[in-house]
């Protein structure tokens, strides 16, 4: 987990290339949402199969997995669910299925990358009572300049986004103590080893060289694309290319975090905590959400751009727990 652009992806590619770690792909969304509507109890699962497998099939993860001709799983696919005792192992079900190497089956540690998860912690810690969560940080001000390119969206939106989910992980953090472990995009692509053995300590799994290496590009869009190596230079290109009065603000905005916090960032221009107004956030919301509507719509086709946006507004669209 982590803000979106910070190397999530990378990251996945690399703790899969140990023989003993199946994370799904592509990134699933739908936990929450899923287990509150369907849901009572984490320690039962006592869903109807036809009323979640109704939900499940017209997920965007499900859609999208369609869209790329992937294999998906269909209601009797969904049977298995049967089998479950509780909704972790119901979800194990699914993520498996869909999984690196589905071939896999009971062998490696099962897992999921989804960035937005930063802020669901509490939440999936109570699904899946023995999870482990990885947070991979990367300097706001890069996030920034990514998303802009991956997607168009406002770099100072990004710098909310990316201070927001700061705080959620913190807090989170403090209840999961030693099942959370912090990564620094930075620390991985300089020193892939050292970084991939801490984390294969962290979740009880050997590591093996073949972590260090991408056996195929782990990004589609952004200035990683295509690439098959990790890119140590990949860093600080703000430096290059961000306005100074740019970079102010995004400082600004996440000032606590990259001055007061354990974080290997510091202000460099900024003097001060500098918030966003409310008013402003609601409008960069909103035009950020129409840049994403015409991406999703470019890459996905209208149709099924259309469904993915409605289907991430419903999966946002739940009581909270």
């Not at 969904?78 to 869909?98: G, K, P």
């Not at 802009?148 to 403090?174: C, F, I, S, Y």
Request: glycine letters at 6%; proline letters at 6%.
């Amino acid at each position: 987990m982590g803000s979106p652009r910070s190397g999530t992806k990378l990251l996945r590619s690399l703790l899969n290339r140990n023989s003993l770690v199946n994370l799904c792909d592509p990134e699933s969304h739908f936990i929450p949402y899923l287990f509150q509507k369907h849901g009572g109890q984490p320690e039962h699962f006592e869903a109807d199969l036809d009323a979640l497998f109704i939900d499940f099939d017209q997920l965007p993860f499900q859609i999208y997995c369609q869209s790329q001709g992937r294999p998906v799983m269909t209601r009797r696919d969904f049977q298995h669910l049967e089998q479950a005792r509780n909704w972790s192992d119901a979800f194990e079900v699914i993520l498996r299925f869909y999984g690196e190497d589905a071939a896999a089956g009971e062998g490696p540690i099962w897992g999921d990358k989804t960035p937005s998860y930063v802020l669901e912690m509490d939440l999936l810690k109570r699904i899946f009572p023995a999870a482990r969560f990885v947070h991979i940080v990367r300097d706001p001000r890069d996030v920034a300049l990514s998303a802009k390119a991956a997607w168009g969206h406002n770099p100072l939106r990004t710098a909310v986004k990316w201070a927001r989910d700061m705080a959620a992980a913190e807090q989170g953090a403090k209840a999961l103590g030693r099942d959370y472990l912090r990564v620094f995009y930075e620390q991985l692509v300089a020193d892939p080893e050292t970084e991939l053995r801490r984390v294969s300590t962290f979740i009880d799994r050997a590591f093996e060289a073949e972590m260090t290496t991408l056996s195929v590009p782990s990004e589609n869009i952004g200035g990683a694309r295509g690439k098959r190596f990790i890119d140590a230079k990949n860093i600080q290109k703000y430096r290059q290319t961000m306005p100074p009065t740019l970079q102010r603000r995004i400082e600004e905005i996440t000032f606590p975090w990259i001055t007061d916090h354990d974080t290997p960032y510091k202000a460099e221009l900024a003097r001060r905590y500098r918030p966003m107004s409310p008013l402003a956030r609601k409008m960069l919301t909103g035009a950020d959400g129409l840049r994403s509507i015409l991406h999703k719509m470019r890459r996905k086709g209208m149709i099924n751009g259309l469904r993915i946006t409605i289907g991430n507004r419903l999966q946002k669209r739940r009581s909270p727990q």
